[in-house]
T-cell receptor, first 114, second 111 residues
Framework: NAGVTQTPKFQVLKTGQSMTLQCAQDMNHEYMSWYRQDPGMGLRLIHYSVGAGITDQGEVPNGYNVSRSTTEDFPLRLLSAAPSQTSVYFC?????????????FGSGTRLTVV | KNQVEQSPQSLIILEGKNCTLQCNYTVSPFSNLRWYKQDTGRGPVSLTIMTFSENTKSNGRYTATLDADTKQSSLHITASQLSDSASYICALGFGNEKLTFGTGTRLTIIP
């Protein structure tokens, strides 16, 4: 049972490049989400999904796309990277939105856009 | 102004001592209040989850309290250990999972 696996752990992009951050979970969780964490700010929700085929926007969705074709995978796509997207990105999952156990977070992807 | 404010921003204590971290919030009601522990370079790990109607929840040496009247939550750590060095993050959960996170308290335990 690996939990939530994020790849890559580190990435440097040039402005304008695109890339996909991968997130996979093996716990059969229905709910998955993406957060970004910036210095001096709390984690902010980018996009989330309540099940395969269903996604919705969070607090800071601009510049990011998601899809959920399977229960296990929830990739985050940066369409045209900007320096403002330099951040640490976390994927999280849970059985349901109101799960009493709480979210399981991945170990993060540190992205630098130059 | 953040809806969730945590204090202090950072704290250094000696191993074996107790400490209390604060979380003040401005919005209510909410579905639940959560405390997370985040080690450097890792994702947050859930410590406690309290519903709006609960006023205390424990997880080993961690005890969270919630005072709806003063809109405050505290995380008390008993008999601190070096492994407790981490950031501790408070978060409010609303219905369909729009979590609002605080910026965290950085706790350092020194031997």
């Amino acid at each position: 049972n690996a939990g939530v696996t994020q790849t890559p752990k580190f990435q440097v992009l040039k402005t304008g490049q695109s890339m996909t951050l991968q997130c996979a979970q093996d716990m059969n969780h229905e709910y998955m989400s993406w957060y970004r964490q910036d210095p001096g700010m709390g984690l902010r929700l980018i996009h989330y999904s309540v099940g395969a085929g269903i996604t919705d926007q969070g607090e800071v969705p601009n510049g990011y796309n998601v899809s959920r074709s399977t229960t296990e995978d929830f990739p985050l796509r940066l369409l045209s990277a900007a320096p403002s997207q330099t951040s640490v990105y976390f994927c999280a999952s849970s059985y349901s939105p109101g799960d009493k156990i709480g979210y399981t977070f991945g170990s993060g992807t540190r992205l630098t856009v130059v | 102004k953040n809806q969730v404010e945590q204090s202090p921003q950072s704290l250094i204590i000696l191993e074996g001592k107790n400490c209390t971290l604060q979380c003040n919030y401005t919005v209510s009601p909410f579905s639940n209040l959560r405390w997370y522990k985040q080690d450097t370079g890792r994702g947050p790990v859930s410590l406690t989850i309290m519903t709006f109607s609960e006023n205390t929840k424990s997880n080993g040496r961690y005890t969270a309290t919630l005072d709806a009247d003063t809109k405050q939550s505290s995380l008390h750590i008993t008999a601190s250990q070096l492994s407790d060095s981490a950031s501790y993050i408070c978060a409010l959960g609303f219905g369909n999972e729009k979590l609002t996170f605080g910026t965290g308290t950085r706790l350092t335990i020194i031997p």
